[in-house]
Structure formats: C-alpha cells, structure tokens
C-alpha cells in the first residue's frame, strides 16, 4: 500500500515537472532536450557491461544484478 502510494506520488511529480519544462521550453526545445538526454543511456549501458566482462567484481557481485537473482557462472 505504501509503495503504491509512494510510486504514485513520484510519477505525478515527475509529470509535473516535465509538463513545465515543456512550458517554459515550448514542444520542440523540450524534445530536442529528451532526446538529448536519452541519447548517452545506450552508451553508457554498453560501457558498464563491457567493463563489468573485462574486469568483473569480486564474488560475482554485479550491478546489473537484481537482487535476489543468483550470479552467472562465467
């Protein structure tokens, strides 16, 4: 219940600040600033699990690892 209403209350305020962002900014600065955003996200996850193959932590202990979920054997 409380997680409910916690997730509830972070995506409204999320909405909110992205709806005045995209009031102060106008549709098409708002996009450009989105997608420019988002743009390093699939680089940045590449990077971590080519590092993560190259130098992995101790234990198996990764961080794309959800909790809960047991390690890959390499």
Known sequence: MRYGALITLLTLSGLVILALVREQTGTQ?????????VLPVPLLLA??????????????ICCSRSPGVPARRR
Do not use: I, N
């Open 29 to 37: 600065g708002f996009l450009v600033g989105l997608g420019l955003a």
């Open 47 to 60: 990077a971590f699990r080519w590092l993560d193959r190259v130098d992995p932590a101790p234990g198996g």
